[in-house]
């Protein structure tokens, strides 16, 4: 983030503060409890926010090196990632071109070749088909047009996304136009520099925006978060702005006001801040002094259930066993927090829309990051979204 773009936000943080306001959204907004329970809802989000759009799978760290590699099949399209001997990423559909099988599985490095395990039909990292074992069985094939599936990737600040519909392939992603003025900021942050720690997945019985809601309001951390991290911060205060359907909000520790005082270069905002980004659709980045927490959701089989990715990235790889146990520490409390605070509370949310108790739930103008996530939502799929 620029500095001048800190010491603006600080200006409007310490003013909300003083009057004991927040970020305001212009009007409530109140939404179907059917968005988080509907099948019809839950197909359309797969089909359009989990297919056409490119979604972030990976920091660039991740895959340094040629033959450094990952599948991520979360969005449902199989996705494997590679880094060629050029340098460059490729993408594809991880379906091998003879009878579907899954050619790679996990994450690695030292990838020279994509060998399927089924019955050995070999690609390159550019996905040609170069090998097939008993090729007098095959030898009407058109090997070139039996290469793996590519998928759309683009790789830009450190980080890397793919678009899942493999029938789009040939439609280059313009992240810069995607992320709606967000790029310089996220240049800035030198993610290419962050190492990753891990990653744990978690798959709370809710539905996948239930598990998104929950980072985007600071109201709720005074009473929820009392015994964990609600102490830290102050309830019910953000700074909000949109980026088209990208959103930054930034919240503040308490400790946040002691660098009123303090000249310019010397107040350090980022100690006393969160800065959170919701990277449209199923993404939030929270940007924290030392680290950085990605946190990606998805929908599950139904309605009710999520699958979510938290990835701990940190400024370097730990270099002693106290440095990775401070990092684990730090991952737990993420974990703790959100796990078994948020997500256990959701559980009951979810269980409460099915009850039939309402039709709508309602979010505040003091939620306004909720509101732009839920308004963004509804322009993408084409709904109103609003009542
Ligand atoms: S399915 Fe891959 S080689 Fe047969």
Redesign the pocket.
């Known amino acids: 983030m620029r500095p001048e773009t800190r010491s603006e936000l600080a200006q409007r943080l310490f003013h909300y503060l003083d009057t004991g306001t927040t970020a305001m959204a212009g009007a409530m907004f109140q939404n179907p409890v059917a968005a988080y329970t509907s099948d019809e809802r839950l197909a359309l989000e797969k089909r359009i926010l989990f297919r056409d759009y490119p979604l972030l799978v990976a920091f660039s760290s991740q895959l340094a090196r040629a033959g450094d590699y990952l599948t991520d099949d979360d969005s449902g399209t199989p996705i494997l990632v590679v880094r060629t001997g050029s340098g460059r990423l490729n993408a594809f559909a991880n379906v091998?071109?003879?009878?579907?099988?899954r050619?790679v599985e996990g994450c690695g490095a030292g990838k020279w070749a994509l060998g399927?395990?089924?019955?050995?039909?070999t690609y390159d990292l550019d996905g040609a088909l170069i090998d097939v074992p008993g090729e007098a069985g095959f030898a009407d094939l058109p090997r070139e047009q039996h290469g793996l599936r590519r998928l759309a990737v683009v790789e830009r600040y450190g980080l890397v996304w793919v678009r899942p519909d493999p029938t789009a392939a040939a439609t280059a992603i313009d992240i810069d136009v995607q992320l709606g003025g967000l790029a310089a900021e996220l240049e800035s942050f030198g993610f290419e520099r962050y190492h990753h720690f891990e990653t744990r997945t978690l798959r709370p019985r809710i539905n996948w925006k239930v598990a998104v809601d929950t980072f985007l309001e600071a109201y709720h951390l005074p009473a929820l978060h009392a015994r964990s991290v609600g102490p830290i911060f102050v309830g019910n205060l953000c700074a909000a702005d949109a980026f088209g359907h990208h959103h930054r909000m930034i919240a503040v520790r308490r400790s946040f006001a002691e660098v009123r005082d303090r000249r310019e270069a010397e107040r350090d905002f980022l100690r006393h801040t969160i800065e959170l980004y919701t990277l449209f659709p199923n993404t939030v980045f929270i940007h924290q002094a030392d680290h950085v927490e990605v946190w990606r959701m998805f929908p599950g089989d139904t309605p009710d259930s999520a699958t979510v990715r938290l990835s701990l990235y940190v400024p370097e790889a730990p270099a002693t066993e106290k440095a990775r146990q401070h990092w684990a520490a730090n991952m737990q409390l993420a974990i703790d927090a959100v796990d078994v605070e948020d997500f256990r509370l959701g559980e009951g949310i979810q269980r409460g829309f099915r009850s039939g108790a309402q039709d709508h739930v309602t979010y505040g103008r003091n939620e306004p990051a909720l509101i732009h996530f839920h308004r963004s939502l509804g322009r993408a799929l084409g709904l109103d979204g609003a009542r």
């Open positions: 091998c071109r003879h009878r579907g099988a050619v399927c395990p089924y019955h050995g039909w």
